[in-house]
């Protein structure tokens, strides 16, 4: 299988100074607080800022994300993307399929129309020891790769432009 092509980190636009929103689903904190160590350690690593915002589960983020980001560009200081950080475990009756699609169906709307650079990092899983090697930095870094495909998609866009 070939693999894709990548362009080397020389090639790539920076993004030292750039600003992400990350917005965190802290209804599992334990598994948050992975999920958060990881996107907030890939952030620091690409020289990028960030700003927290904590919300009680999935199906707040992205309209938190919505209003941060109409907020922001209220001041003129744009957010150059956002990451989103939680967790929905199986549970016993239906109401995983529904937050676990709905949120996930609204940060992709999100990302299209405004549209803004979205690392999605909530985390769907059948129990709480699938989300914990997920989440922790050292094994899955799921927080980690959500931070680092904003960081890929605000490359991009800022390589279009």
Known sequence: MAEPRRP???KEPSVAGAR???VEARYYDEIGAMLLEGATAALKKAGATFDV???PGALEIPAAIVMSVEARELEDDPYAG???LGCVIRGETYHFEIVAGESSRALMDIS???PLPVGNGVLTVENEAQAI???DPKQGDKGGDAARAALALHRLKA???
Do not use: E, H, Q
Request: proline share 5%; no cysteine.
């Open 8 to 10: 080397s980190p020389a």
């Open 20 to 22: 992400f929103l990350i």
């Open 159 to 161: 390589g279009l432009v």
């Open 133 to 135: 090697v997920r989440a």
């Open 53 to 55: 915002i904590g919300v």
């Open 112 to 114: 299209v129309s405004l």
């Open 82 to 84: 956002a990451i989103a």
